[in-house]
Each structure stands twice: as C-alpha cells, then as structure tokens.
C-alpha cells in the first residue's frame, strides 16, 4: 500500500503509460517532478515548477 496518494498516483501512471512514451521533466532549480506546462507570454511554451514555483522556458 503506498504511503501517500502522490505514490499512487506515480504507481496508476507507470501502469498506464508505456516507458518509451514517458518522459519526466524536473525542476531546474529544486528537482521535482511536478512541473505545469504554460503558454508563454509570446506564445511560446514555458514550464512552471509547482512545487517551488521556478519557471522556465
């Protein structure tokens, strides 16, 4: 049984998805692995760590 619904959730997404079609970002600055996509101010697309709040493009 995993100690928290992030394991769980990690556990449900690796079952779902193949290896070869997953890939993981990480935070530049802290390294999490919870990382939003945004629309960047020039339409461009950037990254937003949600754990530290970092962003990046």
């Known amino acids: 049984?995993?100690?928290?619904?992030?394991?769980?959730?990690?556990?449900?997404?690796?079952a779902a998805v193949p290896?070869?079609?997953?890939?993981?970002?990480?935070?530049p600055s802290c390294g999490s692995?919870?990382?939003a996509q945004m629309l960047g101010d020039n339409g461009?697309?950037?990254?937003v760590c949600t754990a530290c709040g970092h962003s990046w493009s």
């Open 44 to 47: 461009g697309i950037s990254y």
């Open 1 to 14: 049984m995993p100690a928290s619904i992030l394991e769980e959730a990690d556990h449900l997404l690796g």
């Open 19 to 27: 290896p070869v079609m997953s890939t993981r970002l990480s935070c």
């Open 33 to 35: 692995a919870h990382v």
